[in-house]
C-alpha cells in the first residue's frame, strides 16, 4: 500500500497531536482535516505542515478516493455519524475512545464498519505504553503463571471543568474507561460481574452533575481472577498510573514514569521530582505508537491492534460499573451486543 | 509498677516468642508458663530461662497474686474462657488475634474484661511494624490530608494444611482480619458496608473446605472514603505486605522488606533478592514491639494500644465479608456489639 | 533572527541525527550538506528532506550568505580546518566534542572563532540529559552547599572495534572527555590536578594500541573538592551513566535510565529490564536538545551554552590523565591555552 | 568445647554492645570484665546480668582457666599488650580494629598469637554486614565475573571531637581501615599501589590536628582491578555505607539501609525517611553476627573468620595512604609484615 492518506476529523487538541504523530513517520500523509471552528488560525498551521484541505465539514473530503484512512478526534457525540460516514466511503477508521456512551450506538457504529469490511482501531492509548506493554509481555510469556489478582491505579492531577464533566458520561464512561480496556488487556480475560462503589471527596460539583470522583470497582473475570481499579480525579503529586498482575507463577508491576531519575538528600530526608504530570507527558510516546501501528497495520493489511469490539467490550464494563454504582449491587457484564 | 510479672498460656510457636521478647525488656518477668502438652522438654527450655512454674492448666498459677498479666497464645477456641478466667482473677491480659470466631462470644469476653477492670490487647502485631507505623504517622500528621482510598495487599508465601484450613475460621476471619485492622488503623475510620469476592485458584482443597483462598474486599467508610484489600494464599515471590493510603493532600505508600538491598546486573537484566519470607522474619520486631508496648502501657498505667473494641471491630468486618461473598452483595457492617 | 539556516558537515550517524532533529525545530532549516562519501543515497535521503545541496566539499557552500550556521560532524581530525573554514566565513558553529586531539590546534581553531566573532558550540550533548541537568540545577541551587566530592561512572557496553580504537586518541580523550566535561558542568569547578590509573582488563586489543579499557580518575578541585571518574569499555548489563555530587549540605544522584519501571517478581528473585542500551537510546533527547539550544541562542543572540573554553578545559583534562598514566603519578591541569 | 566463658576487656560502649550481643547467644557466657574506670554503676550493670568479676585490671582473672577467650574493646593504644598478655595465658583473642597504629607493633601482637597458638579475630564488623556479606556471596559465586572496579563509599552523619580527632591516628587508619578491609572482603584481591588525595573542608579542626576530613583514595589491585574509596566526616543526611563491584560479567551494588520504606508523595515531590543514621543502628545486626561467629568458630575448632592478616593488611593499607597523601603520589603497599 505505500504511504496511507490520512484525513482528521477534529483539530483540537488531540487531533494536532495525531497529525503531528503521523507527519513523523515515513508512510503517512496528512492530506486534509476538518474542524466545524476551521479558521484561518488553523488553516495556517495546516499550511505550515503541508495540508491544503482545511474544511468545516468533513464530508467535503470524504468521498476523495486518495484518502484511505481517517482519524476520529471530534467530541464524543459525533464518533458514531462520522464512523458510519466514513465506513461509508469505504476508510479505514482510528477513532477516540468512547465509540460512544450508549452502547446501542456504539453497536451500529460497529454495524457499519463491519458492512464496509473497513477496519477500526479505537484510541486506546495506553496499550502502547512502554510500561503496560511490558506487563503484557510478561503476562503473555507466562512466566507469572495464570493472572489472580490484576490492580490497576488510576488518577488524574487535577479535575475537569464543570462543562466537562457534565458532557463526560460520568467518571466510569470517561475515565475508568482506559482502565477497563487495561483490565482485558493486561488479563487476557472478559469481565463477567463488575461492583463498584463511589464517593464525591474531591469537589461537590461531582455530584451536582450526577457524578462521583473518587471511585472502586471490583471485576470478576470468567477464569476467577478478580480486577481492581481505584480512580480518584485528583492526585495532588499528579498523574498515577500504575498497574500490576499477581498469578500463579509471581507478579509484574509497573511504577510511574518521572521526569529524571535524581534522588536529592538533604537533613529532611530523601527526595525526588513528582511523577509526569499528565497524560500528553506520560503517553506522549504512546500517542505516537498507537498511530504509528495503525498506519502500519494498513499499510501490510494486517488487523490494527485495538478493534471496535476492544471499544464496545469497555463500554459495556462502564455501563455494568455505573449501574452498579446506581444500585448499590453488583451487576452482570453484557457479555456481547448480540445481548443488548 | 515496675517489673510486671507475666505468665503465659500457651507454648507453641508464638508463646515463646513472646516469652523471649519479654525476656529481653527490662521490666517484665515471665513466671508461669502452662500448656497443655507440657512435658519434659518444655519444662527444660523453660528452666534455661529461669522460669520456674511450668503447668498443664493455667488455673494451677492463675491466682498467684504476683502474676500481674497473662498472654493467652493457645488456640482461638480456648480464647474466651481464658479470658473470662484472667479477668475474674484481675490479670490484665494479652490474647493473640481474633479473640474468637463468633462475635457474641468475643462479646461476653469484653464484658467481662470491662466487669473485672483489668485492661485487654489483642495481638494485631501489624500495627507494630515499622512501615506501617510511618503509614500512621503520617496520616496523622495531617500531612496527606483526608483519607480517600485505602489499599491493603497481603499474600501468603504458601498456603497452610488442610487440617489448619479446616479450623481457620476461613479467609476472612484468620488471614484477612489483620487488614481489616490495618485499615482502620492507618485511615482512623470505621466501616460502614463490606463487599466481598472470592474465588478458589490456588488449590481446590480450599474449596473442599468452603472457604477461598483469593479474596478482594471494598470497604466503605463513613467519611466516603473507600478500602480495598487483596488477598492470596500463596505468592511464590514470598511475604507481600504493603500498604497506601491516598489523601486529598497526597499519599503514602509503603513497600515490602528485602533481606538486603543488592542490585545485581548482568546481561539478564537487574536482579534483587525476594522479600523477606513471612511474617516471622516481616514481624520479628512487631511482635518484641507490640509486647513491650503492652507492658510498658500497664507499668506506667496507660491504655493498652489495641484494646477489645479493636478485636471486635476487626470480627464484625470479616463477618460482614463472609456473608458478602455468600450473598453476593455488599453488607452492613454492625457498628457494635450493642447491634448484636 | 527567524529561522536560523543551516548546513551540515558530516552525514554519519551522528550528522544524519543533527538533522532529523532541527527539521523537528520551528526555527531551523538545514539547507546543505557535505560529505566527502556523498552518494546517490544520501542525495536520495536529503531530497527526502527536503535538503537540496549535497555536495562532497562544505567549501561549495560555505560562503552562501543565506547559511548562518555550520554543525561539524566530520572525524575529528578534519574538525579544527572546518572551524577555520567557518568561522573564516562568518558562520556560528556547532562542532562535536573533541575539539582536536592536540590543544595547540584546538588553540588555534578558538582564536580563529574569537578573531571572526562567531559562536561556537562542542558537542558534550550529556548536559543536556533530563537527570544531569536535574544535578546541575540542584548543585546550582545551593540546597546541597559547597560539592565536596563528584563521582562519575561512565561505562559503555561493549568496546568499538579496533581501527576505532587506534583512532580514538585513548580512553580519556575518546570517552572520558564527556565525563571531565560533566564534572566542571555538575560542581562548576576546573580541576587543579588529575590523577590517573588504568588496567586493560577487558581486550588485549586495547594494550596492543596503546590504550587502556578499564581507567580511574581522581581530579583535585581548587576548592579542595575532589572528583572521582571510573569508566570501563564494556559493562555487560548496559551502558551505565550515573553522577553524584556531594556537598556539605546534602548530595544528590541520579540513577540510570530504564526501558520501562516494569519489575517481575517469581520464585527467582524480583527483575527489571537493563538499563537503556547505549548513547543513542540513552542521550537522544539530549541530543535534540542541545540543537535546540544551539539555534535558539543564535536566534535570540544569546551566548551559546558550551563553548570553545569548555571544549578547552575538558581537552586539557584529557591530556592530563594521559600524562599521569604514563607518569605514574598526579599531573597539573594546564589551566588555559595560555598556559601551552 | 559447648559454651566459651569470656571476659572482656573495656566496658565502654562497644564492649557493653559485645557482652549484650554474647549474652543473647546460646553458647557464650561472660564471666569477667576489667576497666580501669570501672566502678559502682559498672559492677551493677554487670550484677544485673549475672556478672560476678568486675575488675580494673584484666591481669587479675586473665588466669582463670575457666576463661577461654577475651575481648578487647579498651582504647588502641593498650590493644598490644592486650594482646600479649591474653597470648600468654593462652586465650583467643577477639579486638577491636585497628590492631595498632603502628604496623611493628602489630607485628609484634601477630607475633605472640601466632607463637601462642590462639586464634585472633579483628573487629571489622561490617564483614557481617547482610549487605556486603551478600555483595561478597555474589562476586564469591562468580556471576559477575572478574572484579575490574570496586567502588566503596563510606560517610559519617557528623564528625567527632577534637580529643577523638588528635588521638584517632587520622582518617585512614581510624575511618577508612574499615574500608580497606572492605575492598579487600569483596575483591579478594590485596592491593599493591594506594594513591590518596585529601581536603579540609568539613571543619577547619581537622587541619590543626594534621588530618583532613574528605578523603578519595584510588587502589591497585594485582589483578589490575581497581579500588576507589570516598570518606566524608559529615554527611548531614546520615550515614552513607554503600559498596559496588563491577566485573567482567555484571556488577553488584547496594543502597544504605532505611527505617522504613514509605513513600510520601506529595504536591513537593515524592520523599523517604534518611538512611539508619549512623554505626550503631545499621551495624546493630553485624556486632552481634561477628561475635556469634567468633564464638561458634571457637565451639566448633574452626578459623576465625577475619583474622590478623586481615587487620594487619588494612593497617598497611593505611598506612600508605597516609603517605601517598603526605607525598603527593601514589604510594605501593608493602605486602606483608615480612617486608617490614
Redesign the interface.
Known amino acids: 500500500m505505500g504511504t496511507i492518506k490520512v484525513g482528521i476529523i477534529g483539530a483540537g487538541r488531540i487531533g494536532k497531536i495525531h497529525i503531528e504523530n503521523l507527519q513523523?513517520q515515513g508512510n503517512a500523509e496528512v492530506v486534509a482535516v476538518s474542524d466545524p471552528f476551521a479558521d484561518e488560525a488553523l488553516r495556517q498551521w495546516a499550511a505550515e505542515r503541508g495540508i491544503r484541505t482545511v474544511t468545516k465539514d468533513a464530508a467535503e473530503w470524504m468521498d476523495d478516493p486518495a484518502i484511505q484512512a481517517v482519524f476520529i478526534c471530534s467530541p464524543t457525540d459525533t464518533h458514531v455519524p462520522f464512523i458510519k460516514l466514513a465506513a461509508a466511503a469505504g476508510k479505514h477508521i482510528f477513532c477516540e475512545k468512547p465509540i460512544s456512551m450508549e452502547v446501542s450506538q456504539t453497536a451500529e457504529a460497529l454495524e457499519a464498519v463491519k458492512a464496509a469490511g473497513v477496519q477500526l482501531q479505537v484510541g486506546f492509548n495506553r496499550r502502547f505504553d512502554?510500561?503496560f506493554?511490558?506487563?503484557k509481555e510478561?503476562v503473555s510469556s507466562g512466566?507469572?503463571g495464570?493472572p489472580?489478582?490484576v490492580?490497576i491505579?488510576s488518577?488524574d492531577p487535577s479535575p475537569p471543568g464543570e462543562s466537562y464533566i457534565r458532557s463526560s458520561g460520568g467518571i466510569f464512561m470517561d475515565m475508568m474507561i482506559h482502565d477497563f480496556d487495561m483490565a482485558r488487556y493486561v488479563s487476557g480475560e472478559e469481565a463477567v460481574?463488575i461492583?463498584a462503589?463511589?464517593?464525591?471527596?474531591?469537589d461537590p460539583v461531582f455530584e451536582q452533575c450526577g457524578d462521583v470522583d473518587?471511585?472502586?470497582v471490583?471485576i470478576?473475570f470468567a477464569?476467577?481472577?478478580?480486577g481492581?481499579i481505584?480512580n480518584?480525579r485528583?492526585?495532588?503529586?499528579g498523574y498515577?498510573q500504575r498497574v500490576e498482575v499477581?498469578g500463579?507463577?509471581?507478579?509484574?508491576?509497573?511504577?510511574?514514569?518521572y521526569?529524571?531519575?535524581?534522588?536529592?538528600?538533604?537533613?529532611?530526608?530523601?527526595?525526588?521530582?513528582?511523577?509526569l504530570h499528565f497524560f500528553l507527558e506520560r503517553y506522549n510516546e504512546a500517542y505516537a505508537d498507537e498511530a504509528r501501528q495503525f498506519i502500519a497495520c494498513l499499510a501490510e493489511g494486517r488487523q490494527v491492534p485495538v478493534n471496535g469490539e476492544d471499544g464496545m467490550q469497555a463500554e459495556l464494563m462502564a455501563c455494568a460499573a455505573a449501574e452498579s454504582l446506581r444500585l448499590?449491587?453488583?451487576v452482570p457484564v453484557k457479555l456481547s451486543i448480540a445481548a443488548e
Open positions: 513523523r512502554h510500561n506493554k511490558r506487563i510478561i512466566e507469572i495464570q489472580h489478582i490492580k491505579t488518577r460481574t461492583s462503589v463511589g464517593s464525591v471527596l474531591v473518587t471511585a472502586v471490583t470478576q477464569s476467577g481472577a478478580i481492581i481505584d480518584s485528583k492526585a495532588v503529586y498515577d499477581f500463579s507463577g509471581g507478579a509484574v508491576g509497573v511504577n510511574n514514569d521526569p529524571n531519575t535524581a534522588e536529592i538528600h538533604t537533613e529532611d530526608g530523601v527526595r525526588r521530582d513528582n511523577p448499590g449491587r453488583p
